[in-house]
């Protein structure tokens, strides 16, 4: 009787393994999921970049060349002028990180951070935003408010220190008040 009730604990014990194993199997699985999701995501906004750029060079043969520009290639145009020049805090990271590019203290001037911390967050959107919009702001020569500035550092700050991705279901976070205060300001004072 010991003998059966040790082989049966035995079972359990195994069969709990087991179940714990694929408890983790699937957890791995939703991960990998959800990271294909963010990178699918990722790759169709790129693309879109891609066919804008490519629709102004259209536009842009119609009003160069041909002198056939309408209306609608204008407007054409400033979208893939706004595609081009619009960074890419992931896409500008690798360059530095695949060596392509060697002037660190360009990125940083941009962004205010390493490239390799910028591609820790290159699936965290919301936070990819706020980094894009400070450099696209500066790209631009746009004059940025002290507060704005001011509270992009704190953001940014944040992020170095805390390295957290999840601030935006945190209402408390410090990282949630500067996100949202950033965008306050950059909304209201710089269009």
């Not at 060079?57 to 160069?64: A, F, G, L, P």
Request: proline fraction near 3%; charged fraction near 30%; hydrophobic fraction near 35%.
């Amino acid at each position: 009787m010991l003998e059966a009730q040790d082989r049966a604990r035995r079972t359990d014990e195994a069969n709990a393994q087991r179940f714990e194993a694929l408890e983790r199997k699937i957890k791995d699985i939703e991960e990998k999921n959800n990271d294909s999701e963010k990178r699918f995501a990722a790759l169709e906004s790129s693309s879109n970049c891609f066919r804008q750029i490519q629709n102004r060079c259209i536009s842009v043969y119609k009003r160069d060349r041909l002198q056939t520009e309408t209306h609608r290639d204008r407007n054409i145009i400033g979208e893939g002028n706004v595609a081009a020049s619009g960074p890419s805090a992931v896409t500008q990271a690798a360059l530095y990180r695949d060596r392509v590019r060697a002037d660190f203290k360009v990125f940083l001037g941009l962004y205010e951070l390493d490239p390799e911390k910028v591609l820790e967050y290159q699936n965290d959107m919301p936070t990819l935003k706020v980094l894009e919009r400070h450099a696209y702001l500066k790209i631009e020569g746009v004059e940025i408010p002290p507060e704005l500035q001011h509270v992009y550092l704190e953001f940014v700050s944040l992020l170095e220190t805390n390295g957290r991705q999840d601030y935006l279901h945190d209402i408390q976070s410090p990282e949630f008040r500067a996100y949202t205060k950033f965008w306050g300001i950059s909304n209201t004072l710089v269009r």
